[in-house]
């Protein structure tokens, strides 16, 4: 029963470094989603894929993008590392809208 | 600008009392809304959810409340555990669920 796996669960970057942060469901749902969570300021939703071969702009997206690889997986992209990128980011998968179910997040910081 | 709103970041109560936990929303198109569960290091965990069309919904311990008038929802947890101290939040939806909007967590602390 895993769910929702991201890799890493933690990492550094320096300013200007890129990264992909992983992310796959084995639920075979057809929706997914990154969040981020800043402290003060919830859950905001960066993008997300309502189906496999659609993606759409969140909140959030300036900075990211996403490739929805195949049904199961959905990435996240940092071309160019900031440190208003550091947070803790949230994947998610959802059979199609509603009952979110979250992986455990990446933590990222950005120095 | 913040369209699900928990004006209260933190909220402590004694086991086996009633928590009620607050939210209010701007968007009249919203027509879905969930509260989640998050512990320390973990992903938030969906805990119970409410259809526009409806003012109440019950699960065990955990009651969630409609007002669409006033745009607001509470969650109530009655009798409180101390398991249940986490991060609560509320989310809203205008499109069967996409693309939630989350409020920014209201703190729970059940102290025995």
């Known amino acids: 029963n895993a769910g929702v796996t991201q890799t890493p669960k933690f990492q550094v970057l320096k300013t200007g470094q890129s990264m992909t942060l992983q992310c796959a469901q084995d639920?075979?749902?057809?929706?997914m989603y990154w969040y981020r969570q800043d402290p003060g300021m919830g859950l905001r939703l960066i993008y997300y894929?309502?189906?496999?071969?659609?993606?759409d702009k969140g909140e959030v997206p300036n900075g990211y993008n996403v490739s929805r690889l195949n049904k199961r997986e959905f990435s996240l992209r940092l071309e160019s590392a900031a440190p208003s990128q550091t947070s803790v980011y949230f994947c998610?998968?959802?059979?199609?809208?509603?009952?979110?179910?979250f992986g455990s997040g990446t933590r990222l910081t950005v120095v | 600008d913040q369209q699900v709103k928990q004006n209260s970041p933190s909220l402590s109560v004694q086991e086996g009392r009633i928590s009620i936990l607050n939210c209010d929303y701007t968007?009249?198109?919203?027509?879905?809304f969930l509260w989640y569960k998050k512990y320390p290091a973990e992903g938030p965990t969906f805990l119970i959810s409410?259809?526009?069309?409806?003012d109440k919904n019950e699960d065990g311990r955990f009651t969630v409340f409609l007002n669409k008038s006033a745009k607001h929802l509470s969650l109530h947890i009655v009798p409180s555990q101390p398991g249940d101290s986490a991060v609560y939040f509320c989310?809203?939806?205008?499109?069967?669920?996409?693309?939630?909007?989350f409020g920014k967590g209201t703190s729970l602390l059940v102290t025995p």
């Open positions: 989310a809203a939806s205008e499109n069967s669920g996409y693309a939630l909007n």
């Open positions: 409410i259809s526009s069309i409806k």
């Open positions: 894929s309502a189906s496999e071969g659609t993606t």
């Open positions: 639920m075979n749902h057809n929706s």
């Open positions: 998610a998968s959802s059979p199609a809208g509603y009952g979110y179910t």
């Open positions: 968007n009249s198109m919203f027509d879905y």
